[in-house]
């Protein structure tokens, strides 16, 4: 039924090179958006907050905000560290609060979370994941960044998961490549994100052809990677994401190698038979990490109505 009044969310997507901000409903339809530069905390978020101001002049108060940010940081809200990016190498970042002034600026609830957490919900509420209980979201771009849901609970625990972190066992003959990880030199991120297959190739990624044989190396990784979720989580689903998942073609060949890898292991028609609605593509485009900034937005009211 459609609602005459739905709720007003602020939902923010806070990235490495630029904050998204938008206003919707809670139906998930944005009613304004804007992007602001990623500069320094301060110019950044007062830049975001002065978006807010003037729009809910317009459109309505808020009900609750959303925060999806870039990493690493904080998700656990009884932490003292809780909305606050933690060490980072990018300059000006480490320790800035970012819930506090928006807080400040607005006495409603505020939700904060991952960037990929934020883009898992989009997904999982709009897009590929619906009705899902146990998925995963990967991004594969400049980072590869995982998260999702386990019985209807997003990953938190200790931090949040670093899924594009887990070790790869890698063939140096076949692959010679230096992971481009600064941590590890066996990385999923350092051998399969697009700076690695940039570096790898000396080509961007965008500009091979389908016939590159980067392409069968990537989906090995890919698989083999999904192998260790699937055998940890036992995802309904994985939605795959990110620039690189752009080149359609290595769908395919993901779904195959994760067949192969997991070699008839986990009896489950999705996998066995239905792979290709197992392992998808995303549905909402660029839009999941804004989308799910609202569904951030809508757990932190309905928290804040249970405490
Ligand atoms: P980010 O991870 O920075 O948010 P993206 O998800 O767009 O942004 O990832 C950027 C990476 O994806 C870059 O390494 C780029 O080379 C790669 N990329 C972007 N578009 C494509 C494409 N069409 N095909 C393959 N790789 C792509
Ligand atoms: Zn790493």
Excluded at 26 to 41: D, H, K, V
Excluded at 164 to 176: A, E, F, S, T, W
Excluded at 208 to 224: D, F, K, R, T, V
Excluded at 284 to 294: D, P, Q, T
Aim: net charge negative; aromatic share 8%.
């Amino acid at each position: 039924m459609a609602n005459n009044n739905p709720r007003l969310f602020g939902g923010v997507e806070g990235g490495g090179t630029k904050f998204i901000c938008a206003v919707g409903t809670e139906e998930g339809e944005i009613l304004a958006e804007t992007r602001i530069p990623t500069t320094s905390p301060d110019e950044t978020l007062s830049q975001a907050i002065i978006f807010f101001k003037e729009q809910t002049g317009n459109l309505g108060a808020l009900s609750a905000i959303g925060i999806a940010s870039f990493g690493p940081l904080d998700p656990r809200p009884a932490s003292v560290k809780f909305g606050h990016i933690l060490p980072t190498t990018k300059p000006g970042w480490t320790d800035a609060d970012i819930i506090g002034p928006f807080q400040e600026a607005f006495p409603v609830p505020i939700g904060f979370d991952t960037d990929v957490n934020g883009a898992a919900l989009g997904e999982w509420r709009w897009g590929a994941a619906q009705g899902l209980d146990t998925f995963i979201y990967l991004t594969i771009g400049t980072g590869i960044g995982g998260g999702g849901l386990v019985n209807g609970e997003l990953m938190h625990g200790l931090l949040h998961p670093e899924m594009g972190h887990i070790p790869l066992p890698q063939d140096k003959v076949r692959d010679p490549f230096e992971s481009v990880c600064p941590f590890h030199g066996d990385c999923l991120e350092g051998l399969a994100s697009g700076p690695a297959i940039e570096k790898r190739w000396g080509e961007k990624a965008e500009n091979l052809s389908a016939g590159h044989p980067a392409w069968e190396m990537e989906a090995s990784y890919i698989a083999m990677a999904l192998r260790s979720f699937i055998c940890t989580l036992s995802p309904e689903r994985i939605v795959l994401g990110g620039g690189v998942m752009q080149q359609l073609h290595l769908l395919p060949l993901i779904r195959q190698k994760t067949q192969e890898t997991l070699n008839g292991y986990v009896k489950s028609a999705q996998i066995l038979e239905q792979i290709d609605d197992y392992i998808v593509p995303v549905a909402l485009e660029g839009k999941a990490g804004i989308l799910g900034a609202f569904v951030i937005a809508e757990k932190a009211l309905i928290e804040s109505k249970n405490s």
